[in-house]
């Protein structure tokens, strides 16, 4: 009697033990299914990074096209700075200056381009104009023009 309660008690732990492992094998599934979606969910409603756009405005070789698309995007994306800390910019502010100055100095730039990014940049912040206008007028007499 005490074997059939020992191999009926050890059948049922079994039973149990493979029911936890089939849940816990299964949500772990779902997991993975979950974060595979969202992977491509996020791959397509992703942005472009202020770096990558940073990246085309420096590079020498990108056309006025490129140019262009990368000055809207970034406007676009990243159009509105932080405030300002008191008196002081913020630190992010120093990407768009140096932006500024790259456009000024591409060789691929024109007015068009230069005077657009000024004029959308100080309409969004417009506690930056005077600091946008520092940067502006340094890249152009920077370019030597």
Do not use: W
């Not at 002081?88 to 591409?106: E, Q």
């Amino acid at each position: 009697m005490e074997v059939e309660l020992l191999l009926k008690s050890f059948a049922g732990l079994v039973f149990i033990l493979g029911l936890l492992l089939y849940f816990l094998l299964s949500n772990s599934k779902k997991k993975t299914l979950a974060k595979k979606k969202g992977k491509k969910t996020k791959e397509r409603s992703i942005y472009p990074t202020l770096e990558s756009l940073v990246a085309i405005v420096k590079d020498k070789n990108s056309t006025k096209v490129e140019l262009e698309e990368a000055i809207d995007q970034v406007l676009k994306y990243h159009g509105k700075i932080h405030p300002k800390l008191g008196m002081r910019s913020h630190p992010d502010f120093d990407i768009y200056g140096l932006i500024i100055l790259k456009i000024c100095h591409h060789p691929h730039t024109d007015k068009k381009i230069i005077l657009k990014f000024d004029k959308e940049l100080r309409e969004k912040n417009p506690e930056y104009a005077h600091e946008i206008n520092e940067f502006l007028i340094k890249g152009l007499d920077s370019r030597g023009l």
